[in-house]
Nanobody, 121 residues
C-alpha cells in the first residue's frame, strides 16, 4: 500500500502561482496529476516518469504547469503559473505501478486525498 499526501493548495488571484506537493510513503513510481472541478469529471493534468526525466501535460495546462520530482524526498511537485479561474478544482496526485507513464485515471493504483485550488477572477 502506498500513501500519497498532497499539500500546497489555496486561494490565488488570476495570473498567480502555486506549487502543489505530493509526498509518497513508498517510491519510486511514475506519477500523475489530475483535477476535478465541481460538476465535472476528473481530468488528466500531467504525468512524469519515475526517473523524473520526462513529463507530459494536457493541452489545457501546457506552457503554464510543470511537474517535477525529488526522488530523495519521495515527493512530486506541480508548479502552476499564470493561473486562470478555470483551473479551480481539487487536485489529486496518483501513482501507477505499471512502471510507465500513463494517462487514464483507471491505470493509476494509488491516489492522494486531494487539495483544493481556487483561482479568483
Amino acid at each position: 500500500q502506498v500513501q500519497l499526501v498532497e499539500s500546497g493548495g489555496g486561494l490565488v488571484q488570476t495570473g498567480g502561482s502555486l506549487r502543489l506537493s505530493c509526498a509518497a510513503s513508498r517510491w519510486p513510481y511514475a506519477m500523475g496529476w489530475f483535477r476535478q472541478a465541481p460538476g465535472k469529471e476528473r481530468e488528466f493534468v500531467g504525468r512524469i516518469a519515475w526517473s523524473g526525466g520526462v513529463a507530459t501535460y494536457a493541452d489545457s495546462v501546457k506552457g503554464r504547469f510543470t511537474i517535477s520530482r525529488d526522488n530523495a524526498k519521495n515527493t512530486v511537485y506541480l508548479h502552476m503559473n499564470s493561473l486562470k479561474p478555470e483551473d479551480t478544482a481539487i487536485y489529486y496526485c496518483a501513482a501507477t505501478t505499471t512502471g510507465m507513464m500513463v494517462t487514464p485515471a483507471s491505470q493509476y493504483d494509488y491516489w492522494g486525498q486531494g487539495t483544493q485550488v481556487t483561482v479568483s477572477s
